[in-house]
C-alpha cells in the first residue's frame, strides 16, 4: 500500500524487452541498502518489485499484463519516473490509500496555468468515469491529487508549485497518456450500489 505521496523521482537507465515481458534499471537517491530485494515499490502509480540491486540502482520485472495496461510500455532510457516506497506501519498517511495497481490510463486533454499552480484536465476511459466524483480522490501516475470537477469522462485537478517541481507533472505536455488508479472507496461503494 501507498499513500500517493512522492518521495523521489528516479531515472529509467536501461530497459530489456523480451518476449516475457521487459527488465527496468531505474537509479534512484534512495538508500538501496534500505530496500529489500523483494521490497514493493511504486512506479508512477504502479507498484513494482525489486529483484536486484546495484550501487544507486536497482532492477525490476514487469509482465505483458503490466506493459498491456499502464504506461509503462511506452516509456525510454532517460524517462524521469515518479517513485513512492511502501507504506509502513505507523507513517503519515499524507495523501489517500493508492494500492499501486493502475486502473487505466488517462489522456491528458488540457493544461493551464492558474497564478503559481496548475490546472489539469484529464479523459478518463469508460467505465471508470463513473467512480469519479467532485473532491474525490484520484492517483494519477501514482500522485494523490483531489477531483475538482468532473463531466461526463473528464474530470479537473488543480496542482500545486510543491506537487508541480517535485514530481514528473511538470514533464507532461496536452496528449500525454498517464496511469490512473481510482480511489479504492469510491470503487467498492460503486460495486456494493451495483449489487444491493
Sequence with gaps: MFTGIITDIGTLTAIDRHEGGARFEVQT???LSTVDIGASVAHSGCCLTVVEKRGDRYTLDLSNETLAVTTLDNWRVGDRVNLERALKVGDEL??????????GVGELIALT???DA???K???PRPLHRYIA???SIALDGISLTV???EDD????AIIPHTWTHTTLSDRKVGDKLNLEIDLMARYAARWRETV
Excluded: P, W
Design 29 to 31: 537517491a534512495y538508500d
Design 94 to 103: 499524507g495523501g489517500h490509500i493508492v494500492s499501486g495497481h493502475v486502473d
Design 113 to 115: 496555468e492558474d497564478g
Design 118 to 120: 496548475y490546472r489539469l
Design 122 to 124: 484529464v479523459r478518463v
Design 134 to 136: 467532485h473532491k474525490g
Design 148 to 150: 475538482n470537477e468532473v
Design 154 to 157: 473528464v474530470f479537473g485537478v
